[in-house]
């Protein structure tokens, strides 16, 4: 009794302190629908199922034979049973309806759609039905019908066996003798179960419209011409057996019933897998192009639509491969602001410069947003500095970890296309406290995808601080306090509610620390995508919220899709694939197939007090307004957000991805082109990731011009290469180059017409563009780069390759790759020395990206790109700790590399220093080892030198 009663009371703490945590959000209604739709459903199941086998046991048992003769077995069996009878002619039914009615429970949402379901507006090419047919009524009834038939077994069953316990059945020799209320019940139970399969089975024509049948998802000629119509048939044949079986239960004979069952059977196999395949194989693969084209092109048309790919601008882009001087002047907007600073590769440069202390810490992969800077859109890298207590040490005590460090503090941010005069990031905000151009703003981070898992915060005013706000303060003081003074989690305000959180997290600290008063709230759930999960569980979430400053306060922006599996003739694919590339790694992600999403909610976290704010972005979504039923006055319309907001919403990566998955294929609109898999193409394998484990190249995000826009819009973009070379995307080309306006709109607050236009550029398939993985080839392989780089990486120090843009400028494709250098020493960070560019078959490797572009243009490239070196100023670089143990880059362009004297002279005397140094240190002789290391530098400098002349 103690035991149930402590369960019962860590079930109740678990469910209050839900409640607490919807309440103090404002979605506690959320909570409760779902709790009220799955009790219910729970209620629905059990009943549903244990009323049906009580009755079928209680049936048997009532109308047994009262003098039937059993056989001595049978009447040990009787004894034992009979003094348990009425225990489990209720308690079997009751266990059986706990089993059902939680599995009934999982199903709400499911039932909660199909009972507050939207129209499409839009009919499926086969059948004429709406399509919210297929997404809401049919995965409904097949539901309800499959549980139906679960119920109708296991009551048969239990009939059966009670019947047989009872004498009611017995097995004489060959003959089996069943009495007439036996009979009778019997018959009607399996009536009722054939019933069901003949709407399981008319149901199961329209599936086929959401079954991957053969190459491509929906009902192809065969299932048309022969697995509908043998569903309409067996279906018919099955209600004429159920009707067979009353027959039996009425005249007693179960020879009509027996047949009928084996007929169905056989003409399910005919009907339901050898008509379909025959005609499959003797009508449809001999002209299979032909008898498919109709059933190929619905396909085309249906995926288009659920994938919003169907208003893609296709443009004939007849890239040129000649870099001609001039050739960029028309680009001079796009090339200024080309990111050259890498956010999966300067992280160890943020934590170096930006970190100041080992409990903060920034993320693996920072984020790209942009800001207007003195009237100028600049994009940026940006990120936030979070909490990272594991690395307290000795200082991880409960308290400390709990109560003193509670948060990060600052945005910081750096401009994607400046670096400074040594190759350090050129921050636009930074340091502690924060600085910059981003104006006054709230620092502290106390939700962040990093944040401890529980803190306790606040307390009376007029009391000590005792949160940790940042390592630095007045009047002598090395650090300074501060008191949380926002909403952002249940009060602890009271006995009951410090007991139930020291029972959900483990923790007496929480119940027994006298750090916890009356005005202490306790902060958890703090991940920005776990927040807006639960208060949109409908919402599939995006894989990369990023923070922004936003009206004086950081926001984590987080995108949120309505998603399906069940959109007629909609090419079916796995989401976790679609959008797994170099940066989003989906290991542990259940593979979830979808054929239809919409980018229907865009949400912002504060980053200071939790609040989550559910914007409802594609409001004419049918899957939103449905859920919108469910969930009234939970999603604020698009007026409600303001400017300083739109102007950082962007274009989600998912979405990208996903549909550039689709377009790989389902660019070719015609159905005899798409069948011959002609033009099919595919995303190239990131040619900086590893070769033994290849992953997709990521879409990135640029301020860029298409060939059909008049200015330069911040933009996401990627590349295709054919299907048949993914393999060897080192040998690929470029077929086709994908963006889409980004942009969401200004800070006037009004969404921009442009956003979400996707544009195509076909390449031309008579001329060879080289794609990433042949351009980062010709750069390794290049004589004079080569050199240059193999000459570090065989010093103290690393060369990295940072991603490899591609932009459609001067009339063709220009690539562009930042270097970077690092020493190997454990404090050390990734320096940007060199800018590789390449257009055509032409290569240029320089300091800056205005000196590429000028020696791959001829000197006049026109453009003027945005990477000047700059000096850093407070806070732009030269702040906190750490040291760059990197050294120049070495080399200029190729042509330099190889043919200036005063390079090849240098590059000669490091290669011999770095041999001395070599064989000075194997010999131990340190004094030689430190003569040799210091001429290898020098040698290194006069060759950097010497390329920039």
Known sequence: MVVALAVGFFVFATLYSDVLWYDQLGYLSVLTTQWFAAGVMFLVGFFAMAVPVWASIEIAFRWRPVYAKLNSQLDRYQQVIEPLRRVATFGVPALLGLFAGVATASRWQLTLQYLNRTQFGQTDPQFGLDISFYMYDLPFWRGV??????????????????????????????????????????????????????????????????????????????????????????????????????????????RLPIIGTAMLIVLGLVLGSLYPWIVQRFEVDPSERTLEAEYIQRNIDATRDAYDVADVDEIAYDATTDAEPGALRNDAATTANIRILDPSLVTKSFQQLQQFRQYYQFPEDLDVDRYDIDGQVQDAVVTVRDLNIDQLGSSATWYNQTVVYTHGYGLVAAYGNQRSSDGQPVFLESGIPTTGSLGDFEPRIYFGENSPPYSIVGGPEGTTPVELDYPSGTDGQQQTYTTFSGDGGPKLDNVFKRLVYALKFQSEQIFLSDAVNDQSQILYDRDPADRVSKVAPYLTIDSDPYPSVVDGRVVWIVDGYTTSADYPYSQTQSWSNAISDTKTSTQGVRLDDVNYVRNSV???????????????????????????????????????????????????????KAQRSVLGQYHVTDAGSFYSREDA???????????????????????????????????????????????????????????????????????????????????????????????????????????????????????????????PVGGGLLYVQPVYVQSRGETSFPLLQKVLVSFGDKIAFESTLDGALDSLFGGDSGAQAGDQSVTPSDGSGDTGGGTSGGTGGSGGSPSGATGDPAVMSALAAAQQALTDRDAAMAAGDWAAYGEADKRLKDAIAQAIAASEN
């Not at 019933?195 to 929906?218: C, E, H, M, W």
């Not at 921009?752 to 544009?759: A, F, N, P, Q």
């Open 681 to 807: 193409w595919a995303t190239p394998n990131d040619p900086t990731s590893s070769t033994s484990n290849p992953t997709l190249q990521p879409p990135y995000y640029l301020t860029l011009q298409m060939p059909t826009q008049d200015t330069p819009e911040y933009s996401l973009y990627s590349t295709f290469i054919p299907l048949s070379e993914q393999s060897e995307s080192s040998r690929s080309v470029l077929t086709g180059y994908l963006a889409v306006d980004s942009n969401a709109g200004s800070e006037a607050g009004v969404k921009s017409d442009d956003y979400g236009k996707l544009r195509l550029l076909n390449l031309p398939k008579d001329d060879t563009i080289p794609g990433p993985g042949q351009v980062q080839n010709s750069f390794s392989s290049d004589p004079g780069v080569s050199s240059a780089l193999n000459l570090l990486r065989q010093g103290e120090s690393q060369v990295l390759s940072g991603n490899l843009l591609t932009l």
């Open 145 to 254: 019908v499959g549980f139906a038939s679960a119920v109708v077994i296991v009551a048969g069953l239990a009939a059966i066996a009670t019947s047989y316990l009872y004498g009611a059945i017995r097995f004489s020799q060959r003959e089996v003798r069943i009495s007439k209320i036996a009979r009778i019940q019997i018959a009607v139970t399996a009536f009722v179960y054939i019933a069901l399969q003949a709407v399981s089975i008319y149901l199961d024509q329209f599936a086929t419209l959401t079954n991957n049948s053969g190459s491509f998802t929906g009902a192809n000629y065969s299932a048309v011409n022969a697995t509908i119509p043998g569903l309409t048939i067996l279906a018919g044949i099955a209600a004429i057996v159920a009707v067979l079986f009353l027959v039996a239960a009425v005249i007693g004979r179960w």
């Open 602 to 656: 865009k949400a912002t976290v504060d980053a200071y007090d939790g609040k989550v704010t559910l914007y409802a972005w594609d409001p004419d979504d049918p899957l939103l307004q449905t859920w919108e039923k469910i969930y009234p006055s939970t999603l604020k319309p698009i007026s409600d957000m303001s400017g300083g907001l739109m102007s950082h919403v962007r274009y989600p990566a998912d979405l990208f």
